[in-house]
């Protein structure tokens, strides 16, 4: 499995009242065990989201996790619960720099 990821974009959220999250896919009324790979099934599936609030900060100059908005960190920390992979790259920014590392040495909790 993966031991990190990288979560990308998350400037683009900033501004939104709400940030949904995919948590489950059904198809034909069965749950699936992951996203279909399968355009065309993909395309009859039912997402089922969580609402969490959104953000309006600017979260561009943001240079470690805490310096982000409340609900920006609760989102990151979401989709890290709901993944079980440790996100460790946040991207704030258009450009390749425009990120957080958080480093090793911390855990899901």
């Given amino acids: ?8 974009k ?3 959220l900033t501004g939104l009242k709400e940030v ?6 059904k198809y034909e009324g069965k749950y699936l065990k992951s996203m279909p790979a399968c ?6 599936c039912e997402v089922e ?3 969490l609030p959104g953000w309006t900060e600017d979260i561009s100059k943001c240079n470690k996790f805490e310096d982000l908005p409340e609900n920006a960190q609760k ?3 979401r989709v890290q619960e709901l993944m079980g ?10 450009n390749r720099l425009d990120q957080i590392d ?5 855990d899901l909790k």
């Fill in 20 to 25: 949904k999250i995919g948590v489950a896919y």
């Fill in 49 to 51: 989201y969580e609402t």
């Fill in 85 to 94: 992979t440790p996100v460790r790259w946040i991207g704030v920014g258009p």
């Fill in 102 to 106: 958080r480093g090793e040495g911390w």
């Fill in 75 to 77: 989102y990151v920390l």
């Fill in 1 to 8: 499995g993966f031991t990190a990821v990288n979560l990308t």
């Fill in 10 to 12: 998350l400037d683009v």
């Fill in 39 to 44: 355009l065309k099934s993909l395309s009859e």
